[in-house]
Nanobody, 118 residues
Framework: QVQLQESGPGLVKPSQTLSLTCTVS??????????WSWIRQPPGKGLEWMGH???????RYSPSLKSRTSISADTSKNQFTLQLSSVTPEDTAVYYC??????????WGQGTQVTVSS
């Protein structure tokens, strides 16, 4: 069974880059047809899909975040990473990593709170 765990700083200052890592166990991130997503939930709002990286390394991003988002993978560590640049307080959210297969999100990390504040 695939398990995911997010890690990274819980506090980021405005204008800085948020960086989170998702460590995957119980399966390889390079196995087809696995796709690995980042999703966030701001306080009082719904879930927002941010982007994903597929098993081959191809990435896709939400149009609203594309200019500030980068997702990459370290296959040697079975991890994938989110970077979100130029953060503002509106980027405060619980951030989740998840596996999706054809847009069915079947495995999730527990989520990590990130607060953007000076």
């Amino acid at each position: 069974q695939v398990q995911l765990q997010e890690s990274g700083p819980g506090l980021v200052k405005p204008s800085q880059t948020l960086s989170l890592t998702c460590t995957v166990s119980g399966g390889s991130i390079t196995t087809s047809p696995n796709t690995w997503s980042w999703i966030r939930q701001p306080p009082g709002k719904g879930l927002e899909w941010m982007g994903h990286i597929i098993y081959s390394g191809t990435t896709r991003y939400s149009p609203s975040l594309k200019s500030r988002t980068s997702i990459s993978a370290d296959t040697s560590k079975n991890q994938f990473t989110l970077q979100l640049s130029s953060v503002t307080p509106e980027d405060t959210a619980v951030y989740y990593c998840a596996r999706d297969i054809n847009w069915s999100f079947d495995s999730w990390g527990q989520g990590t709170q990130v607060t953007v504040s000076s």
